[in-house]
């Protein structure tokens, strides 16, 4: 094709690229653009009418001058002119400067629209393209309000051209995905879904991107395309290579269309109907076959052709989540790849294989790659790819092989790219929370992290095990010996000497017995860090400091001296002034006692989601995390959205809440103040907790409520229809609470309004279920504490399970029963993940603790339980039977109920599945 | 969707860009520097994706161009590496063995051929002669309504 010549037709365009090109500087590159733009402005201010031809030249010329970066701020009006020429070329020119360059002056867009108007309106397929294609390209609202509702008619129009059909559609998508509420839905939508069928595969290529952006919206209104895109995509994967003429790329048949096609399924789960199903099934199966064909070319082209669709097709198998030898297959496919020569398939192996991770089939499978992963991690040259090994490592990581996958991650975060350290220390920070089986292993690791990466150390890891040594007594001891021992190192990290000063502060007698670190050294190795440490961790020692005035009276002298000295009573920093000033008189005026009250150690933190998993789900994005957290997936499509529900839940709690607090320099003043709140429950809090509750559905007594202030018990007893529960209130502070009320919205006797410090008072409450239920009472306590008044809701345990009298039945009367309780409202069946270890004996203990008769020798299989009881309420009596099936190897549930009442058998399985 | 397309030279000069979605000017001047950046800087032998802020970054390089695609999180690593090559054939067809000069010099075509081929990031017609023939016809309609000029007409001397 005698080509170049063709682009000729303007030879002063050409002669003023071949200028630029030449221009020896920047300088002179400017000097000749500001020529050629005053000569174009004088041009277009001249007094002679420029002919279409020349406005064209110039047109083309600014546009030049715009894509080599700079600004142009004349010419629209000449292109919108050359718009309505009816010469093509000077039509095209036009077009393509509106294209790039539009902004949405308003006079001008509606001079563009009416050109577009008029063409679209031509009849001209080459008229007719232009304008879509400029549609597209702006794809502004106000083009949106003038056109989208034009597209779809010229998209089903039947006397339309085909390469028109291709660009309506496309066209039709772009407005669709900047403006979907100025697209209306009609009886277009059934036509458009119809054009799978075209004969013509380019028009099915566009028409599939349109309908898969719609179906992702609307997938009631688009669900015939499921069958029709299942048999196109079939006749694709069966047809000879050659017998889709231009559409077979290197031998692949119509890749790219085939790739849209599995796309456009993944917005719906498997099929319903069996033979489509099956189909789909068969589908997919040829084309992991083909993978193992002989490759028909050597190019690569070929290769990636038919791996674009083996790739996609293996997503969705994942998305459906529900064919376990085809989740399998995938599986060992890509493990293949895992080895491949081509660094592009080992990428997208690893990055396919962490998806496959979640699903519960095929985690199992993933995890036998473990060794070529770690290799990867080590030999791999390029840093996207070790990041991706990185990635699936993570996703593969449970019980069994969480210490050696940590380790792995840990030697690699030793020379590690600079991009990608902060990741991996998040990564494994919850690792080697999630599947500590001993928490010495959880401290030295993070310990490790701080020594290896210490400045990607972000705040949240080092708060996070704090706050789980403080809240496990089982590792107290050791963290202080661990990080004692660190900081004996000539250099260490600042963030160190933030975990050491607070543990030692903590927990350093539980390591002072030994003279090698007695509370004098201990103070010693701490101080000697302390100049060369940032503000915020100064602050932190002074408050370790006067911690240790408490735990060790025999180095009080040593360090009032050195809250005394210049340095820290007149510090330029106003918060570190304040603490040496306060924490100097506190030891001096304070008695022991209220000395080991206000310094008395921390207490537990209440248990909540870590913060570093909300901070590695922000960083990545809801979808690149593989949801290690929860339940593996084993329902298709539907636990998607949940997850990105319950990020944009997290991402919304404030971050603050996890934080200690402890780096108070005065500039978080605002976060300062929301903490004061959060932590001593004032009246700003009310929100009614329940945290305990679901402890309460098992066992009749415990602690239901705790804060710093005070702690309420709990004992119950119940018969049939009715209940007693006492209530007590422990006031843990030394002080009196007057002015203390409860009530309940039910009715209750009066409590003692008064407790005395250290003192308990009792209330006791009588229940009567009259009917079935599901909202539990809930308690309001109220007292005055130091001035404010104190107000705390706690949801009682009281639930309709506390009512069942067991009821002990042979196997026969068993089944007869169940036969009977058939009808499909009458049953609950939930399957879920064990949360717990599965042990025999503690769910035998629930079951029974949830009130049913536990029976023995009933169900065929000696591994599941069976239990029957009668709920007991005023007007009625409910029987229930139940079935819970362990499967120890998948780590789930399922768990049957049927009971005669729907609203009964629901209650019963959503308190009891919570259980395990 | 693929979200834009940039095709630069190993000098880091941008020969041609083509944006799906609104961006800013100068939002799109940062990230182009940025991207470039990142690619140049990458050895031969290393994988043809990386992750880039949300998106995905496809590229591939022929001869002095890289040709640098941005695709969203769910879309198709290969075939997209497919769509660059299937552009550069179609560049090669109509220009004939296609060099950088040409689509510098012949930039408008450029982006003439390649709004024929995608379309709203999303790929119109996979089919070369397809393509092609738009194109063609395109051409043979600039060529009856333009008549010869003459050198002094040109530079505006007639």
Known sequence: ????????????????????????????????????????????????????????????????????????????MEAVNLLSSNKYTEKQIGYLFISVLVNSNSDLIRLINNAIKNDLGSRNPTFMNLALHCIANVGSREMAEAFASEIPRILVAGDTMDSVKQSAALCLLRLYRSSPDLVPMGDWTARVVHLLNDQHLGVVTAATSLITTLAQKNPDDFKTSISLA??????????????????????????????????????????????????????????????????????????????????????????????????????????????????????????????????????????????????????????????RAVDLLYAMCDRSNAKQIVAEMLSYLETADYSIREEIVLKVAILAEKYAVDYTWYVDTILNLIRIAGDYVSEEVWYRVIQIVINRDDVQGYAAKTVFEALQAPACHENLVKVGGYILGEFGNLIAGDSRSSPLVQFNLLHSKFHLCSVPTRALLLSAYIKFINLFPEVKATIQDVLRSDSQLRN????????????????????????????????????????????????????????????????????????????TNQDSTPSFTDLLNLNSSPSTGASLLVDAFSSSSTPASIDVNEENFSRFVCKNNGVLYENHLLQVGLRSEYRQNL??????????????????????????????????????????????????????????????????????????????NKFFQPTEMTS????????????????????????????????????????????????????????????????????????????????????????????VSQRLCGLLSEQF | MMRFMLLFSRQGKLRLQKWYTATAERDKKKMVRELMQIVLARKPKMCSFLEWRDLKIVYKRYA?????????????????????????????????????????????????????????????????????????QSDLLQEEDESPRSVLEEMGLA
């Open chain 1, 230 to 387: 299942v048999a196109r995509l079939s006749r694709i994967v069966t047809s000879a290579s050659i017998d889709l003429q231009d559409y077979t790329y290197y031998f692949v048949a119509a890749p790219w269309l085939s790739v849209k096609l599995l796309r456009l399924l993944q917005c719906y789960p498997p099929p319903e109907d069996a033979a489509l199903r099956g189909r789909l099934t068969e589908c997919l199966e040829t084309i992991l076959n083909k993978a193992q064909e002989p490759p028909k070319s050597k190019k690569v082209q070929h290769s990636n052709g038919k791996n674009a669709v083996l790739f996609e097709a293996i997503s969705l198998i994942i998305h459906h989540d529900s064919e376990p030898t085809l989740l399998v297959r995938a599986c060992n496919q890509l493990g293949q790849f895992l080895q491949h020569r081509e660094t592009n398939l080992r990428y997208l192996a690893l990055e396919s294989m962490c998806t496959l991770a979640s699903s519960e089939f095929s985690h199992e499978a993933v995890k036998t790659h473990m060794e070529t992963v770690i290799n990867a991690l080590k030999t791999e040259r390029d840093v996207s790819v070790r990041q």
């Open chain 1, 572 to 647: 330029a920093d106003v918060e570190l002034q304040q603490r040496a000033v306060e924490y100097l008189r506190l030891s001096c005026v304070a008695s022991t006692d209220i000395l080991a009250t206000v310094l008395e150690e921390m207490p537990p933190f209440p248990e909540r989601e870590s913060s570093i998993l909300a901070k590695l789900k922000r960083k990545k994005g809801p979808g690149h995390l593989p949801d290690i957290n929860n339940t593996r997936r084993n329902v298709n499509g539907s636990s998607d959205h949940t997850e990105t529900n319950e990020v």
């Open chain 2, 64 to 136: 002095s161009l890289y040709f640098c695609c941005a695709i969203e999180e769910q879309d198709n690593e290969l075939i997209t590496l497919e769509v660059i090559h299937r552009f550069v054939e179609l560049l090669d067809k109509y220009f004939g063995s296609v060099c950088e000069l040409d689509i510098i010099f012949n930039f408008e075509k450029a982006y003439f051929i390649l709004d024929e081929f995608l379309m709203g990031g999303e790929i119109q017609d996979t089919s070369k002669k397809s393509v092609l023939k738009a194109i063609e």
């Open chain 1, 812 to 903: 026969q009367d068993f089944f007869q029963r169940w036969k009977q309780l058939g009808a499909p409202q009458q049953e609950v069946q939930k399957i879920f993940k064990a949360k717990n270890p599965m042990d025999k004996e503690v769910t035998k203990a629930k079951i029974v603790g949830f009130g049913v008769a536990l029976l023995e020798g009933v169900d065929p299989n000696p591994e599941n339980f069976v239990g029957a009881g009668i709920i007991h309420t005023k007007s009625t009596q409910v029987g229930c039977l139940l079935r819970l099936e362990p499967n120890t190897q998948a780590q789930m549930y399922r768990l049957t109920l049927r009971t005669s009442r729907d609203t």
């Open chain 1, 1 to 76: 094709m005698p080509a170049v010549s063709k682009g000729d037709g303007m030879r002063g365009l050409a002669v003023f690229i071949s200028d630029i090109r030449n221009c020896k500087s920047k300088e002179a590159e400017i000097k000749r653009i500001n020529k050629e733009l005053a000569n174009i402005r004088s041009k277009f201010k001249g007094d002679k009418a420029l002919d279409g031809y020349s406005k064209k030249k110039y047109v083309c010329k600014l546009l030049f001058i715009f894509l080599l970066g700079h600004d142009i701020d004349f010419g629209h």
């Open chain 1, 723 to 800: 209940g007693r529960m006492y209530v007590f209130y422990g006031n843990k502070t030394s002080a009196q609470f007057p002015s203390f009320s409860t009530s309940l919205n039910v009715h209750n006797k009066a409590v003692d309004p008064i407790i005395d410090g250290g003192a308990q008072v009792q209330q006791i409450l009588n229940i009567e279920c009259v009917s079935d239920f599901t909202d539990a009472p809930i308690l309001n306590i109220q007292f005055r504490y130091g001035g404010t008044l104190q107000n705390i809701a706690v949801k009682l345990p009281v639930m309709l």
